[in-house]
């Protein structure tokens, strides 16, 4: 099982290093092409609040509020006023955002049919890896306890020392 989350570990680092291309490829950091991928996903109008956004996006409200910043400085995207609530904003996506999120969606389409080919992996086999990795994805995050901590650690030290 070790390996195989390893495994999966690399996989991750694949995916994030051809992601970041694509980013820069379209002028754009990654996580900024994160947040254009986000709005587009909700649909039309392509707008969400930046509390939905970080905690959609896994990061920090300051990251989400840097990354909102240079958006809106490139043009890709504005802020609205909620209609149900003045005192809120929503972040919408502008019109040379959806183009820029839309690129991004081709060249992500086109690594990923890239991958499928030189893999080999059949969409049987596609398909069982995915049943597997939404099995995985649903076990909730726990901690360890510090005794717990102190045992993988103390293990971790001594593999690296024999």
């Known amino acids: 099982m070790a390996a195989t989350l390893l495994r999966m570990e690399r996989a ?53 509020t840097k990354r909102v910043a ?3 400085e490139g043009g890709f995207i504005r802020r609205v006023s909620a209609d149900d609530d003045g005192r809120s904003e929503l972040v919408r996506l502008t019109a040379k955002g959806v183009v820029t999120a839309d690129r991004g969606i081709e060249q992500i389409a086109r690594v990923v049919q890239r991958v499928k080919v030189e893999s080999s992996l059949t969409d049987h086999e ?4 995915d049943r597997s990795l939404r099995k995985l994805l649903g076990v909730k995050m726990f901690k360890l306890s510090k005794a717990s901590t102190r045992d993988v650690m103390k293990r971790s030290t001594h593999r690296r020392t024999t």
Do not use: C, W
């Open 12 to 64: 991750n680092h694949l995916r994030e290093a051809r992601f970041g291309a694509i980013a820069k490829a379209i002028g754009l950091q990654t996580g900024e092409l994160y947040v254009l991928l986000a709005l587009r996903r909700s649909g039309t109008p392509y707008e969400l609040r930046p509390t939905d956004l970080f905690r959609a996006l896994l990061v920090t409200s300051g990251a989400m």
């Open 70 to 72: 240079r958006l809106q």
């Open 126 to 129: 596609i398909a069982a890896l």
